[in-house]
Protein backbone atom coordinates (compact mmCIF):
# COMPACT_ATOMS: atom_id res chain seq x y z
CA UNK A 1 0.00 0.00 0.00
CA UNK A 2 1.06 3.51 -0.98
CA UNK A 3 2.32 5.90 1.86
CA UNK A 4 0.32 8.75 1.30
CA UNK A 5 2.95 11.00 2.98
CA UNK A 6 5.36 10.18 0.16
CA UNK A 7 2.92 10.77 -2.63
CA UNK A 8 2.53 14.08 -1.11
CA UNK A 9 5.71 14.63 -1.66
CA UNK A 10 6.47 13.70 -4.96
CA UNK A 11 3.41 15.28 -6.01
CA UNK A 12 5.04 18.64 -4.53
CA UNK A 13 7.81 18.68 -6.96
CA UNK A 14 10.88 16.97 -8.22
CA UNK A 15 13.37 19.43 -6.32
CA UNK A 16 11.81 18.72 -3.16
CA UNK A 17 11.37 14.95 -3.94
CA UNK A 18 15.30 14.79 -4.70
CA UNK A 19 16.10 16.97 -1.72
CA UNK A 20 14.72 14.69 0.85
CA UNK A 21 15.59 11.32 -0.75
CA UNK A 22 18.81 12.34 -0.44
CA UNK A 23 18.14 13.00 3.27
CA UNK A 24 16.61 9.75 3.97
CA UNK A 25 18.51 7.50 1.53
CA UNK A 26 17.90 4.19 3.84
CA UNK A 27 14.01 4.54 4.05
CA UNK A 28 12.06 2.15 1.74
CA UNK A 29 9.56 4.03 -0.46
CA UNK A 30 6.11 2.18 -1.49
CA UNK A 31 4.36 4.38 -4.42
CA UNK A 32 2.68 1.48 -5.38
CA UNK A 33 -0.64 1.47 -7.64
CA UNK A 34 -0.71 5.66 -7.19
CA UNK A 35 -2.11 7.66 -9.54
CA UNK A 36 0.62 10.00 -11.15
CA UNK A 37 -0.80 10.16 -14.62
CA UNK A 38 0.71 13.78 -16.32
CA UNK A 39 2.59 14.42 -13.30
CA UNK A 40 6.10 16.18 -14.58
CA UNK A 41 8.86 13.78 -12.96
CA UNK A 42 11.75 14.95 -15.35
CA UNK A 43 14.89 14.51 -13.11
CA UNK A 44 13.40 12.81 -9.97
CA UNK A 45 15.40 10.28 -8.10
CA UNK A 46 12.83 7.24 -7.94
CA UNK A 47 16.02 4.49 -7.86
CA UNK A 48 14.58 1.03 -5.92
CA UNK A 49 11.40 2.95 -5.52
CA UNK A 50 8.31 -0.02 -5.23
CA UNK A 51 6.11 1.57 -8.12
CA UNK A 52 4.15 -1.65 -8.56
CA UNK A 53 1.08 -0.90 -10.33
CA UNK A 54 1.54 2.94 -10.36
CA UNK A 55 -0.53 4.80 -12.95
CA UNK A 56 2.09 6.78 -14.86
CA UNK A 57 -0.26 7.62 -18.46
CA UNK A 58 1.72 10.37 -20.10
CA UNK A 59 4.25 11.25 -17.20
CA UNK A 60 7.13 13.07 -17.85
CA UNK A 61 9.60 11.05 -16.69
CA UNK A 62 12.89 12.29 -18.90
CA UNK A 63 15.87 12.08 -17.28
CA UNK A 64 14.81 9.59 -14.09
CA UNK A 65 16.49 7.77 -12.45
CA UNK A 66 14.87 4.65 -11.98
CA UNK A 67 17.12 2.18 -11.52
CA UNK A 68 15.95 -0.91 -9.79
CA UNK A 69 12.52 0.50 -9.50
CA UNK A 70 9.44 -2.08 -9.63
CA UNK A 71 7.35 -0.91 -12.38
CA UNK A 72 6.25 -4.33 -12.52
CA UNK A 73 2.54 -3.97 -14.22
CA UNK A 74 2.83 -0.46 -14.20
CA UNK A 75 0.71 2.03 -17.03
CA UNK A 76 3.97 3.66 -18.46
CA UNK A 77 1.29 4.55 -21.77
CA UNK A 78 2.65 7.50 -23.61
CA UNK A 79 5.05 8.26 -20.89
CA UNK A 80 8.23 10.73 -21.65
CA UNK A 81 11.24 8.70 -20.56
CA UNK A 82 13.59 10.14 -22.46
CA UNK A 83 17.32 9.81 -21.00
CA UNK A 84 15.85 7.88 -18.15
CA UNK A 85 17.87 5.28 -16.13
CA UNK A 86 16.02 2.20 -16.29
CA UNK A 87 19.02 -0.02 -15.63
CA UNK A 88 17.73 -3.65 -13.39
CA UNK A 89 14.62 -1.89 -13.28
CA UNK A 90 11.53 -4.57 -12.70
CA UNK A 91 8.92 -3.78 -15.85
CA UNK A 92 7.36 -7.56 -16.14
CA UNK A 93 3.89 -6.72 -17.76
CA UNK A 94 4.47 -3.02 -17.97
CA UNK A 95 1.81 -1.19 -20.03
CA UNK A 96 4.68 0.53 -22.03
CA UNK A 97 2.48 1.53 -25.52
CA UNK A 98 3.91 4.70 -27.35
CA UNK A 99 6.68 5.54 -24.77
CA UNK A 100 9.63 7.59 -25.61
CA UNK A 101 12.25 5.79 -24.97
CA UNK A 102 15.28 7.72 -26.92
CA UNK A 103 18.93 7.42 -24.75
CA UNK A 104 17.24 5.86 -22.13
CA UNK A 105 19.34 2.90 -20.18
CA UNK A 106 17.75 -0.04 -19.55
CA UNK A 107 21.12 -2.18 -19.09
CA UNK A 108 19.88 -5.63 -17.32
CA UNK A 109 16.09 -4.56 -17.20
CA UNK A 110 13.20 -6.79 -17.17
CA UNK A 111 11.06 -6.39 -19.84
CA UNK A 112 9.36 -9.85 -19.39
CA UNK A 113 5.73 -9.77 -20.99
CA UNK A 114 5.87 -5.70 -20.96
CA UNK A 115 3.64 -4.50 -24.04
CA UNK A 116 6.17 -2.02 -25.75
CA UNK A 117 3.92 -1.86 -28.97
CA UNK A 118 4.63 1.77 -30.92
CA UNK A 119 7.67 2.69 -28.49
CA UNK A 120 10.43 4.74 -30.10
CA UNK A 121 13.09 3.10 -29.08
CA UNK A 122 15.77 4.64 -30.84
CA UNK A 123 19.65 4.28 -29.56
CA UNK A 124 18.70 1.63 -27.42
CA UNK A 125 21.47 -0.01 -25.62
CA UNK A 126 19.44 -3.41 -24.89
CA UNK A 127 21.94 -5.05 -22.93
CA UNK A 128 21.26 -7.60 -20.70
CA UNK A 129 17.38 -6.44 -21.21
CA UNK A 130 15.13 -9.67 -20.65
CA UNK A 131 12.66 -9.42 -23.55
CA UNK A 132 10.96 -12.94 -23.22
CA UNK A 133 7.46 -12.44 -24.18
CA UNK A 134 7.35 -8.84 -24.67
CA UNK A 135 5.23 -7.28 -27.26
CA UNK A 136 7.02 -5.16 -29.62
CA UNK A 137 4.73 -4.68 -32.45
CA UNK A 138 5.11 -1.21 -34.36
CA UNK A 139 7.73 -0.45 -32.26
CA UNK A 140 9.89 2.67 -34.44
CA UNK A 141 13.54 2.73 -35.01
CA UNK A 142 14.58 -0.53 -33.40
CA UNK A 143 18.50 -0.23 -32.67
CA UNK A 144 20.07 -2.62 -30.79
CA UNK A 145 23.63 -1.30 -29.88
CA UNK A 146 25.97 -4.37 -27.58
CA UNK A 147 28.72 -3.17 -25.81
Avoid: P
Amino acid sequence: MANQQQLELIKSGTAAWNQWRQEHQEEKIDLSNVDLHQADLSGADLSSVNLRGAHLHRANLREANLRKADLMGADLHMADLRSADLSQADLHWADMRATQLVGAQIASADLDGADMRGAYLAEKILKEADLSATKLDGTEHIEVTKE
